[in-house]
C-alpha cells in the first residue's frame, strides 16, 4: 500500500488531465469562437481633480479640459509621418524618437506622444485621426488657477514617471499626479478614481462590444474639493511684500494652529507649470540656482533664529528656576567668558531684569541665564540634554509633521553634537563653549516654520496644535485626527506673562517701537542673524539675515507670525516692518500706514544678493 | 573502474525522457518567445537562445553529475544541504529583487535562483537522515527532526517572497509516508493546507461558516453512537476556526503589503494588472482553441498576440495546448507520467534506504510540479507560480531539475550493481 500510493495519485492525475483538456480542446467549441474575438482594449474616464477653496471660500484652483495624444506602438500602421509631425507641429525626427521611447516602454500599453493639447489643436487633429492606426486622443483635465500666488503652497501636477508607475500601479504612462505642496500632500483625496472601461475586439482590430457585457467596468470617481486653512487676500499680500527679496513670511492661528499664510520668495506664478509650455518653464525654475524659486525657504530652510530665540533662553530659565523675573544682570557691552572672550552687545542701560533685557535684546542677559540653565547639572552633557528637551516640546529639532510634503529637521544641538565636535572625552567642554545658543546662534538651525510655532506656543501661554493647512475635505469637517491634539510644553503657564510683556515691551520702547500699529497691541521680538556663505569654494560672510517674530493681539491671540528676510541686516529693518504690515492686513483689513507699505512694496535687496556673485570684494551691513 | 561500467548501466528510458521533455520544451519556448525583434537567430537577447544556451550547459552538468562517485552524494549531503541553507539566507543580504521577489543571485548577466537547487539539497538531506540506522521514522522525535529538514528551506524561501516554491515542500510528505510515516500526517497535512489556502481565498467568515456547518453535520449523523460527545466537535471546531483566525491574522499584520500582493497574486486575487482574472481565462482559451491537433507550430494566435502572460514561464503549457492540440498535449502529459513513474520504478528498486527516499523526493518533487502547474493552466487548480519541469523558460529551473534527477540516475547506476 504504501508503494502504491503515490503511482495511484499520479495515475488518476494523468486520469484528470486528459479528461480536462479533452474537454477543454476536443468537446467544448466554444474556445475557438473565443480566440478569435480576444483582444481587449482598455478605455479609462478620467475624473475631475477636485477643486482648492481658501479659508474664505474662494476658489483658488479649478479645471479645464486637456488632450493627450496617444499611442499602442503595436497598434501603429505605416503612415505618413510628414503629415502627422506637421499636425502635431513637431519635427519628423521627435515623432519618431517618442514613438521608439513607447515601444520601449511596452508595445501593448499606451504611451503619450504629445501632452496637453489646447481646444483649438484637438479640434483640428481630431477630424484627421481615423488615418493614424494605433494614436488615439485622450482627454483629460488641467489645473486652471484663478490666482497668481501660492505656488510653492499648492506645488503642480505632472506625468507619472516610471518610478512611481513602478511602485503604484494605479499610474500608468501619461497619468497625471500631484508633485509637491498640496497636489501631492492630497493627491488620493483630489484625484478621485479613474473609471475604466473593457473592450472587445476581434482579430481584425474591431470593436466588437464591451467585453463580458462590462460586468468589469467601472464608473470613474471624482476627486473631493478641499479648502485650506490659508487665507488668499493675505498670502497674496504676502507675496507683493516679498518680491525682490529672498526669505519668507508664514503667519499661524495660535488657537488652531492653521497656516494662515505661507510665502516663499521669490515664487512664481502656478499657471507656468501647465500646458505644453510647463516643461520648459520647469527648466527655467529648476536651473535658476542662485535665487532658486523652487525651493520653499519657509518649510526647507534652515537658519538660525538669532534674537528671537531669547524669548525661549528666558522661559527654560524661569522654568528651571535660576532666574527669576525681578534680578537684574550688568552689561558691559557685552558677555565676558572665559579668557578674555566677549560676546558683544549694543548700547543701552544697564542693569536690566528680564522684561527690560527682552525689549532691549541684551546678549549679556541671556549668555547668564543660559550659562546658568546649563551649568544647574553637575555636568555639561546633562545641562544641554535638559535644555534640549524643553526646546523639542516646542516642535523644534524635527520635522514638524504639518501637512505639506516638503521640510527639514532643523537642528538642535545634543551633548553628543559637542562630544563630537570637542572629541569628549579626549578633551572636556564647558557650557562657555556653546554660549552663542543662548542668543540663537551657535548650533541652533530653525526653519521659519518652526519660528512660528515657538511664536504661537508661547502666545497660548505653553501650547500649540501641529500647524495644518487642510481646513476640510469635501466640505465635511475631517482633516486628521492629529491636527486637533493639543501638545503641551514643558513649560509652566505662569512663566510665559512676563516674558510676553517683555514681547510687547519690544514694540512699546524696544527695538522695534517705531512700527506700533494703533489700537492693537503686539508682541514680537527682532533677530538679526549673522551668515556666511560658499561662492566657488571661499567661505564668506554676508550680510545679516533680517528675522522677525510676532503675535497680536497680546491678549487672545489671532495671529502669530514670523518673517525672514535674507541679508536684510537687523531685524525691524525688513521682517519687523513686513510682519507688521502683515498684521495690520490680517486684523484689519487695510492699510493706514501707506508710506510704511510702499517703502517694502518697493525696496529691493537684488542688490545686495548680487554682491557675493560680482567677483569683487564687497561691504556687509551697509 | 566502476565508472565506465556505470555509464553503461545508466537507465537509458529515463535519459530518454528527459531529453525529450527538455527538447519539446524547448521547441515551445521559441515559439512563445518568438517576435519581431529578433535579428538573427544566434541573438543572445533572445529568450529561446538563452534556454538553447542553458540547455547545452546542462550537458556538461549532466557529465559532471555522472562522473562523480555515487558514494559523494550521500557522504556529501549534509554539507551540500548546509551549503544550499546559507545561499537562501545569503539572500536577504545579497539577493536582487526581480519581479517583486528577492530570489535571484546576478553574477555577471546571469541570475540564480538557488530556491531551485535546494530541492536536491534537501532530498539528499532527508535520505541520508532517513536512511540513518539508528533513525526511525515511526518515533516522533524523529519525525520532528525530519520535518525541521524540510521545514528550514521552505522557511527561508516563504518571506522572499516565493510561496510558491515553498509549497513544492510539501512533497516531502510522500517519501516520508513511504518509509512508515502514520497516513494521520497525511491527512491532517492536507486538511490544514486546505484550510490555508481556503482561508486566503474565501476569508475567515465563509471559512468558519464552512467548519461549522460541516461539523454540525457530522454531529448530528453520529449522535446516536455511544461515545459521541458535542463538546469534543465543538472543541475540534474551535481549533480549526482559531487556525483560521490566525491565518488570517499573520497575513494581514505580520506580512508586509509586497508579501501579501505575492500571495493574493499566487492565489489569483490579483492575477493581473487589469484585475479581471485574465490569466486563467487567457490560459484557457488558448489551450481550448487548440482542437485536435492544434493550430501548427508558432501560428498560435493567443500565442503571437502575447495574450497570456508569463507564457514562457509558467504558462508554457498553454503554448502546447494551442498549437499542438490535444494530440501534442497527450504527448506532453504521458511522456511526464511515464517519467514520474520510470523514477518512482528506479526508487523502489534503490537496494539502500538513502537512494529510496532520494527517488521517491525526485518523484514527489515532480509530480508537485506538474500537477500544480497543469492544473493551473487548464484552470483546475488556483494560479499557482511555480515552472513545469524541463519545459519552463529559466536556467536556475532547468539546472535544478537536472540536478535532480541525474544524481538519481547516478545513484541508480552504481546501486544495483556495485552494492
Known amino acids: 500500500m504504501r508503494k502504491l500510493l503515490l503511482l495511484v495519485l499520479v495515475l488518476i492525475t494523468g486520469v484528470v488531465f486528459a479528461g480536462r483538456l479533452f474537454y477543454l480542446q476536443v468537446y467544448d467549441t466554444s474556445f475557438q469562437k473565443l480566440s478569435e474575438n480576444n483582444a481587449i482594449k482598455i478605455q479609462y474616464d478620467y475624473p475631475q481633480r477636485g477643486y482648492i477653496f481658501d479659508r474664505n471660500g474662494d476658489l483658488l484652483v479649478s479645471n479645464q479640459p486637456s488632450y493627450d495624444v496617444m499611442v499602442i506602438p503595436r497598434d501603429v500602421e505605416p503612415f505618413d509621418t510628414l503629415e502627422f509631425s506637421g499636425l502635431l507641429k513637431m519635427t519628423v525626427e521627435d515623432l519618431s524618437e517618442s514613438l521608439e521611447k513607447a515601444k520601449t516602454y511596452s508595445p501593448r500599453l499606451p504611451s503619450v506622444v504629445i501632452p496637453q493639447l489646447t481646444k483649438a489643436e484637438y479640434a483640428s487633429l481630431s477630424e484627421k485621426m481615423h488615418k493614424f492606426k494605433g494614436f488615439y486622443i485622450q482627454k483629460r483635465s488641467l489645473r486652471d488657477y484663478q490666482i497668481n500666488h501660492s505656488a510653492n503652497v499648492l506645488g503642480y501636477i505632472a506625468e507619472a514617471d516610471n518610478k512611481i508607475i513602478e511602485k503604484n500601479p494605479y499610474y500608468q504612462m501619461g497619468d497625471l499626479l500631484g508633485k509637491q505642496g498640496i497636489e501631492m500632500q492630497y493627491e488620493e483625496i483630489l484625484r478621485g478614481v479613474k473609471g475604466v472601461k473593457y473592450i472587445q475586439k476581434d482579430r481584425f482590430n474591431r470593436e466588437i462590444g464591451p467585453y463580458k457585457d462590462g460586468i468589469y467596468d467601472t464608473l470613474p470617481e471624482r476627486g473631493k474639493d478641499i479648502t485650506l486653512t490659508i487665507d488668499g487676500v493675505l498670502q497674496s499680500y504676502g507675496e507683493e511684500l516679498m518680491v525682490n527679496k529672498r526669505g519668507g513670511i508664514v503667519a499661524l492661528e495660535p488657537a488652531t494652529g492653521e497656516i494662515l499664510a505661507l510665502v516663499a520668495a521669490p515664487n512664481y506664478d502656478p499657471a507656468l507649470l501647465v500646458g505644453r509650455e510647463r516643461s520648459k518653464n520647469f527648466t527655467k525654475l529648476w536651473y535658476d540656482t542662485i535665487s532658486k524659486p523652487l525651493f520653499d525657504r519657509v518649510l526647507q530652510g534652515e537658519y538660525p533664529p538669532g534674537s528671537p530665540f531669547k524669548a525661549l533662553t528666558a522661559l527654560i530659565g524661569l522654568q528651571e528656576n535660576v532666574i527669576d523675573t525681578e534680578e537684574t544682570i550688568y552689561c558691559a557691552g557685552g558677555y565676558r567668558y572665559g579668557r578674555n572672550r566677549k560676546l558683544g552687545c549694543h548700547a543701552h542701560r544697564s542693569p536690566l531684569a528680564m522684561q527690560a533685557g527682552i525689549a532691549n535684546s541684551c546678549n549679556a542677559y541671556f549668555c547668564t541665564v543660559y550659562r546658568r540653565i546649563i551649568e544647574k547639572y553637575p555636568t555639561p552633557q546633562e545641562g544641554i540634554d535638559n535644555w534640549r528637551a524643553h526646546l523639542l516640546s516646542f516642535g523644534m529639532g524635527d520635522y514638524m509633521g504639518y501637512d505639506l510634503p516638503s521640510g527639514r529637521p532643523g537642528k538642535i544641538p545634543s551633548s553628543e553634537t559637542y562630544n563630537a565636535i570637542y572629541q569628549y572625552p579626549t578633551y572636556k567642554w564647558y557650557a562657555p563653549a556653546t554660549i552663542s545658543n543662548a542668543i540663537g546662534q551657535g548650533e541652533v538651525l530653525l526653519t521659519p516654520m518652526q519660528m512660528v510655532n515657538f511664536t504661537a506656543a508661547i502666545a497660548n501661554r505653553g501650547w500649540y496644535y501641529k500647524p495644518h493647512i487642510i481646513k476640510n475635505i469635501g466640505g465635511v469637517d475631517t482633516i486628521p485626527s492629529i491636527y486637533k491634539q493639543k501638545f503641551q510644553t514643558t513649560i509652566d503657564p505662569e512663566y510665559f506673562d512676563p516674558v510676553i510683556d517683555g514681547l510687547y515691551d519690544v514694540y512699546n520702547y524696544g527695538t522695534a517701537s517705531h512700527l506700533q500699529i494703533p489700537g492693537i497691541e503686539i508682541c514680537g521680538k527682532t533677530g538679526t542673524a549673522e551668515n556666511y556663505t560658499r561662492v566657488n569654494g571661499e567661505r564668506m560672510q554676508l550680510t545679516d539675515h533680517s528675522v522677525f517674530v510676532a503675535f497680536a493681539p497680546k491678549d487672545d491671540p489671532k495671529i502669530a507670525i514670523a518673517v525672514f528676510v535674507e541679508n536684510g541686516y537687523w531685524g525691524s529693518r525688513w521682517a519687523g516692518r513686513i510682519a507688521s504690515l502683515m498684521i495690520e492686513k490680517y486684523l484689519k483689513g487695510e492699510i493706514t500706514r501707506t508710506d510704511l507699505e510702499h517703502f517694502i512694496l518697493n525696496g529691493s535687496l537684488e542688490e545686495e544678493y548680487a554682491k557675493p556673485y560680482s567677483g569683487e570684494p564687497f561691504l556687509i551691513n551697509q | ?419
Not at chain 2, 358 to 376: D, E, P, R
Open chain 2, 1 to 419: 573502474m566502476t565508472g565506465n561500467r556505470g555509464f553503461v548501466k545508466l537507465d537509458w528510458l529515463t535519459i530518454f525522457l528527459y531529453f525529450a521533455l527538455v527538447g519539446i520544451g524547448w521547441i515551445n519556448i521559441y515559439s512563445a518567445s518568438l517576435d519581431d525583434s529578433a535579428t538573427s537567430f544566434f541573438d543572445f537577447s533572445q529568450v529561446y537562445f538563452k534556454q538553447l544556451v542553458w540547455i547545452c550547459l546542462s550537458l556538461v552538468l549532466i557529465i559532471f553529475i555522472l562522473a562523480i562517485e555515487a558514494k559523494f552524494y550521500e557522504r556529501f549531503s549534509s554539507i551540500i544541504y548546509l551549503v544550499s541553507l546559507a545561499s537562501l539566507l545569503g539572500l536577504f543580504v545579497l539577493g536582487k529583487n526581480i519581479n517583486g521577489a528577492t530570489s535571484w543571485y546576478v553574477l555577471g548577466g546571469f541570475s540564480i535562483q538557488p530556491a531551485e537547487f535546494a530541492k536536491a539539497a534537501t532530498a539528499l538531506a532527508l535520505g541520508k537522515y532517513i536512511g540513518d540506522m539508528q533513525t526511525n521514522i515511526k518515533e516522533f522525535k524523529h519525525q520532528l527532526r525530519a520535518f525541521v529538514i524540510i521545514a528550514l528551506p521552505a522557511l527561508f524561501i516563504i518571506p522572499q517572497p516565493d510561496p510558491g516554491s515553498a509549497l513544492v515542500y510539501a512533497a516531502f510528505i510522500f517519501p516520508m509516508y513511504r518509509e512508515g510515516l502514520h497516513y494521520v500526517y497525511l491527512l491532517l497535512g492536507f486538511f490544514l493546507a486546505a484550510l490555508f489556502i481556503s482561508t486566503l481565498a474565501f476569508g475567515v467568515v465563509w471559512v468558519s461558516v464552512g467548519i461549522l456547518a460541516i461539523t454540525a453535520l457530522i454531529y448530528f449523523k453520529n449522535r446516536k453512537k455511544k461515545k459521541t460527545k458535542a463538546v469534543n466537535y465543538i472543541m475540534a471546531a474551535a481549533v480549526c476556526i482559531a487556525f483560521v483566525f490566525s491565518v488570517q491574522y499573520i497575513f494581514n499584520n505580520v506580512f508586509e503589503q509586497r508579501h501579501r500582493d505575492r500571495f493574493n497574486i499566487v492565489l489569483g486575487k490579483e492575477t493581473d494588472s487589469k484585475g479581471i482574472g485574465y490569466n486563467t481565462n487567457q490560459s484557457e482559451i488558448a489551450i481550448g482553441s487548440g482542437g485536435w491537433t492544434g493550430k501548427g507550430w508558432t501560428q498560435g494566435t493567443q500565442t503571437k498576440g502575447n495574450f497570456v502572460p508569463e507564457q514562457q514561464t509558467d504558462y508554457i503549457f498553454s503554448t502546447v495546448g494551442e498549437e499542438w492540440g490535444f494530440l501534442g498535449s497527450m504527448v506532453v502529459v504521458i511522456l511526464f507520467l511515464a517519467l514520474i513513474v520510470r523514477v518512482l520504478v528506479l526508487a523502489e528498486r534503490q537496494k539502500n534506504q538513502f537512494g529510496r527516499v532520494y527517488g521517491y523526493s525526485v518523484g514527489a518533487i515532480l509530480f508537485v510540479h506538474f500537477f500544480v502547474n497543469i492544473g493551473m493552466t487548464t484552470g483546475l487548480l488556483p494560479t499557482v507560480g511555480i515552472p513545469l519541469p524541463f519545459f519552463s523558460y529559466g536556467g536556475s529551473g532547468l539546472w535544478g531539475f537536472t540536478i535532480l534527477l541525474f544524481i538519481l540516475i547516478r545513484l541508480d547506476a552504481s546501486n544495483s550493481y556495485y552494492t
